[in-house]
C-alpha cells in the first residue's frame, strides 16, 4: 500500500507543527481540569497489553466518581464488570495510562495521561463505598500529562445531539449479538433479560 506515513518526519509532511499548542499540556491538575473531572460521569481509559497491542475501556459512575486526591493524584474505584480485569492486568506489566473525561453536553473532553497501580488499601476502599458496597479494588493515578481536548470530535459527530440518536432496534438485542458471538443455545430474550438483572443487582 502506497502512502504510508510510518515515521514521526513522515507525518510531519502532512501535518504542520503544531507551535504553541504544545503548551496547553500542563504536568498538573489545575482548577479547570480538577472541576471538570468533578463533573465527570464517563471516561475511557487506555492502556497497554503485553503483547503490544492496545486496550480501551469504559468507566463510568455518578459525576465526580474519580476523586482528585491532590495535584498530581487521581483516585477511581473498580466497580462489578466482566471479571475479565483487561485493565488491571494490563497495569501489572505496564503502568502507562491515558484517561479521557466526557461531561455530558460539553463538547471539550480533558485528557489525563500517567501511570498507576492497583490497591485495596482499607482507607482508600472505604472513600468510595456506595449503598453499603465497597469497591474491587481503587485505582490510583500518578498524573503526568494534563490538556484540555478541542471540541472538534463531538461536534463532527453530534454526541449530545438527540436528534442524532440512533434507535436501538438499528440493531439486534446485546442478548442476540451475545448469542451469536458465543453460539450459545439460549433465547435471545433469556440473554437479555438476564443481562438486565445482572445490571441491576451488582451495579456496585
Not at 437479555?192 to 451488582?202: G, P, Q, Y
Request: charged share 25%.
Amino acid at each position: 500500500m502506497s502512502g504510508l506515513l510510518k515515521t514521526e518526519e513522515a507525518l510531519r509532511t502532512v501535518y504542520p507543527d503544531p507551535g504553541q499548542t504544545r503548551g496547553k499540556v500542563l504536568p498538573m491538575l489545575e482548577q479547570h481540569a480538577r472541576a471538570f473531572i468533578g463533573l465527570s460521569p464517563f471516561l475511557c481509559i487506555g492502556t497497554s497489553r503485553p503483547d503490544g497491542l492496545g486496550d480501551v475501556s469504559p468507566r463510568g459512575g455518578e459525576p465526580g466518581f474519580v476523586h482528585v486526591l491532590d495535584d498530581t493524584r487521581l483516585a477511581m474505584p473498580d466497580r462489578p464488570g466482566n471479571n475479565l480485569i483487561d485493565t488491571l492486568s494490563n497495569l501489572a506489566h505496564s503502568p502507562a495510562v491515558g484517561l479521557l473525561f466526557f461531561v455530558p453536553g460539553f463538547e471539550e473532553m480533558l485528557r489525563v495521561n500517567g501511570v498507576a497501580e492497583v490497591t485495596t488499601d482499607p482507607e482508600m476502599m472505604e472513600r468510595f463505598v456506595v449503598d453499603g458496597k465497597k469497591p474491587r479494588s481503587v485505582m490510583l493515578i500518578e498524573v503526568r500529562e494534563v490538556f484540555f481536548h478541542c471540541t472538534k470530535a463531538l461536534k463532527r459527530s453530534g454526541l449530545w445531539d438527540p436528534s442524532k440518536q440512533v434507535p436501538r432496534n438499528a440493531m439486534p438485542s446485546f442478548g442476540q449479538i451475545i448469542r451469536d458471538q458465543m453460539s450459545l443455545d439460549l433465547a435471545p430474550a433469556l440473554i437479555d433479560t438476564a443481562l438486565e438483572d445482572d445490571a441491576k443487582k451488582n451495579l456496585y
